[in-house]
T-cell receptor
Framework: RKEVEQDPGPFNVPEGATVAFNCTYS??????FFWYRQDCRKEPKLLMS???SGNEDGRFTAQLNRASQYISLLIRDSKLSDSATYLC????????????FGTGTRLTIIP | SAVISQKPSRDICQRGTSLTIQCQVD?????MFWYRQQPGQSLTLIAT?????????ESGFVIDKFPISRPNLTFSTLTVSNMSPEDSSIYLC???????????FGPGTRLTVL
C-alpha cells in the first residue's frame, strides 16, 4: 500500500450537493492526520486536523477509521468557493514532524 | 498562525545558474521545512532546516544541489544550484506550529529554468 493514496478525481459536483473524498494510509502508527486545501497557484492551507474518530467544522466533516486505515472528508451544501484541490496529509514514518502528502483530489463545484 | 513570507515570489533563470530563496517567519519556530511541488504534482519534502546544524535531506535530495541555511529561528534559505529545466517547480517553505504538528506554508516561489 502506498504511504498515502487518494481518490484522484476530478469530482465535478453541482452547487449544494454533498461530496466525500477518501484517503488510505499505510503507517498504522500515525496518530494525527490533516486535510489541506490548495487553490490554483496558491500554497496549501490547513483545512482540518483529525486525531480521534473525527472532526466537524461547519459544512466539513473529517472521519478517521484506524482499523481500515482510511480518512475521509465530507463537504455538505457545497459552494462555488469550495472548488480546489484537497490534499490528504499523513505524518511520516519516522515521527510526526515529517508530513507525506497525497496526490490530491480536484473538486469543481458547478453552478 | 505564523505569518510566512518568501522571496522571490517567482523567477525565470538560465540553465547552469543558481537561485537562493528566502523564507522569513514573523515568530520564532523550531521546525522549518522546504518542499518542492512540480507541475501537476503534490508536495515532496526536500529537507528539514535545523537551526544551528546541517539540514536533514530526504532521499533523492543532496546538499550540493540544494544547500540550506538556518541562521536563526525566524529565517532560512534554500539554494537551487546549477539549475536545469527539470528544476522548474514551486518551492515552498513551511513551519511546524500546531499542537498536532500541523504545518503552515509560505506563499511559494515559482521557478522557471530555461
Amino acid at each position: 500500500r502506498k504511504e498515502v493514496e487518494q481518490d484522484p478525481g476530478p469530482f465535478n459536483v453541482p452547487e449544494g450537493a454533498t461530496v466525500a473524498f477518501n484517503c488510505t494510509y499505510s503507517n498504522s502508527a500515525s496518530q494525527s492526520f490533516f486535510w489541506y486545501r490548495q487553490d490554483c497557484r496558491k500554497e496549501p492551507k490547513l483545512l482540518m486536523s483529525v486525531y480521534s474518530s473525527g472532526n466537524e467544522d461547519g459544512r466539513f466533516t473529517a472521519q478517521l477509521n484506524r482499523a481500515s486505515q482510511y480518512i475521509s472528508l465530507l463537504i455538505r451544501d457545497s459552494k462555488l468557493s469550495d472548488s480546489a484541490t484537497y490534499l490528504c496529509v499523513v505524518p511520516g514514518l519516522f515521527g510526526n514532524e515529517k508530513l507525506t502528502f497525497g496526490t490530491g483530489t480536484r473538486l469543481t463545484i458547478i453552478p | 498562525s505564523a505569518v510566512i513570507s518568501q522571496k522571490p515570489s517567482r523567477d525565470i533563470c538560465q540553465r547552469g545558474t543558481s537561485l537562493t530563496i528566502q523564507c522569513q517567519v514573523d515568530s520564532q519556530v523550531t521546525m522549518m521545512f522546504w518542499y518542492r511541488q512540480q507541475p501537476g504534482q503534490s508536495l515532496t519534502l526536500i529537507a528539514t532546516a535545523n537551526q544551528g546544524s546541517e539540514a536533514t535531506y530526504e532521499s533523492g535530495f543532496v546538499i550540493d544541489k540544494f544547500p540550506i541555511s538556518r541562521p536563526n529561528l525566524t529565517f532560512s534559505t534554500l539554494t537551487v544550484s546549477n539549475m536545469s529545466p527539470e528544476d522548474s517547480s514551486i518551492y515552498l517553505c513551511s513551519v511546524d506550529e500546531g499542537v498536532l504538528n500541523e504545518q503552515f506554508f509560505g506563499p511559494g516561489t515559482r521557478l522557471t529554468v530555461l
